[in-house]
Nanobody, 120 residues
Framework: EVQLVESGGGLVQVGGSLRLSCAAS????????IGWFRQAPGKEREGVAC????????YYFDSAKGRFTISSNNGKNTMDLQMNSLEPGDTAVYYC?????????????WGQGTQVTVSS
């Protein structure tokens, strides 16, 4: 059974940092892309960052560039998202998802999400 479990969310003040982790199981981690996405109330889900585990290619969406760092621990089947200089606009539920490639739209499994709240 494919499972993605996020952890590490919470409440942080503006300018603070959080580290999210996504634990994957039930599939060959190296064969897939794992991405971080977020959804704020009343908004559509948007991409944050992604890694193609097959070749290590890293993608960052505009919201993450310069502030967030994605990293993969293939031995532990985990994908982390280090978030620095957090802003109120980063408040959202953060999800990790499994896909065939970071640049594609074949996302087929999602975690339950973890809430990140940035207070001003």
């Amino acid at each position: 059974e494919v499972q993605l479990v996020e952890s590490g969310g919470g409440l942080v003040q503006v300018g603070g940092s959080l580290r999210l982790s996504c634990a994957a199981s039930g599939f060959i981690f190296d064969d897939y892309a794992i991405g971080w996405f977020r959804q704020a109330p009343g908004k559509e889900r948007e991409g944050v960052a992604c890694i193609n585990n097959s070749d290590g290619t890293v993608y960052y969406f505009d919201s993450a560039k310069g502030r967030f760092t994605i990293s993969s621990n293939n031995g532990k089947n985990t994908m982390d998202l280090q978030m620095n200089s957090l802003e109120p606009g980063d408040t959202a539920v953060y999800y990790c998802g499994r896909g065939t490639h970071c640049s594609g739209d074949g996302w087929d499994y999602w975690g339950q999400g973890t809430q990140v709240t940035v207070s001003s």
